[in-house]
């Protein structure tokens, strides 16, 4: 089976620019999962959706980020417009969100770097 | 504010022996309990997963669980080089909610 899919793998873009990153889930995992990986703050959970509903959207840092699911095998995460401080890796995950432990399945991440 | 300790390392071991990872974790209702591996440049996988009080084997890991204590942990046993990597713990409260991730330990096996 295939695994969670992001794309690109590598985004290089100036300040002011938007930035698009999308994600495949697994198919059949009902939960998706965005997060950001710095050094300084580790993995941060942005947002979360459950059968394509925005569940928990408290860790999107600023209006200039924002995340759709139109669809159980389609997402995005866009920022608009971006900023050298949002440089990091992003991370796509799905899960099957059963009642008890879920574990999260992570895509190959997107590097974001913002010049 | 949910809360994932990790001591960030870098912890070094010798080959064959016994690597024991820790966390800590402050929301006293979380329900599951997760260990991640991570190497550089790669994206998290999944290695153990707890959610009993007591201890849990797979292979060469036992993860080690105390709710009472709010404790998490992760023996590796007969380390191996291939084992050096970044251990990140992870709770959840809900089975559908998200992981709070700790920072993650760097463990070093040294041949």
């Known amino acids: 089976d295939a695994g969670v899919i992001q794309s690109p793998r590598h985004e290089v873009t100036e300040m002011g620019q938007e930035v698009t990153l999308r994600c495949k889930p697994i198919?059949?995992?009902?939960?998706l999962f965005w997060y950001r990986q710095t050094m300084m703050r580790g993995l941060e959970l942005l947002i979360y959706?459950?059968?394509?509903?925005?569940?928990?959207d408290s860790g999107m840092p600023e209006d200039r980020f924002s995340a759709k699911m139109p669809n159980a095998s389609f997402s995005t995460l866009k920022i608009q417009p971006s900023e050298p401080r949002d440089s990091a890796v992003y991370f796509c995950?799905?899960?099957?969100?059963?009642?008890?432990?879920?574990?999260?399945?992570f895509g190959n991440g997107t590097r974001l770097t913002v010049t | 504010q949910k809360e994932v300790e990790q001591n960030s390392g870098p912890l070094s071991v010798p080959e064959g022996a016994i690597a024991s990872l820790n966390c800590t974790y402050s929301?006293?209702?979380?329900?599951?309990f997760f260990w991640y591996r991570q190497y550089s440049g790669k994206s998290p996988e999944l290695i153990m997963s707890?959610?009993?009080?007591g201890d849990k084997e797979d292979g060469r890991f036992t993860a080690q669980l105390n709710k009472a204590s709010q404790y998490v942990s992760l023996l590796i046993r007969d380390s191996q080089p291939s084992d050096s990597a970044t251990y990140l713990c992870?709770?959840?409260?809900?089975?559908?909610?998200?992981?709070?991730f700790g920072k993650g330990t760097h463990l070093i096996i040294q041949p």
């Open positions: 995950a799905s899960s099957s969100g059963t009642v008890r432990g879920s574990p999260l399945h």
């Open positions: 929301d006293r209702g979380s329900q599951s």
């Open positions: 707890i959610y009993s009080n």
């Open positions: 959706f459950n059968n394509n509903v925005p569940i928990d």
């Open positions: 198919s059949g995992h009902n939960s």
């Open positions: 992870a709770v959840q409260s809900r089975g559908a909610d998200g992981l709070t």
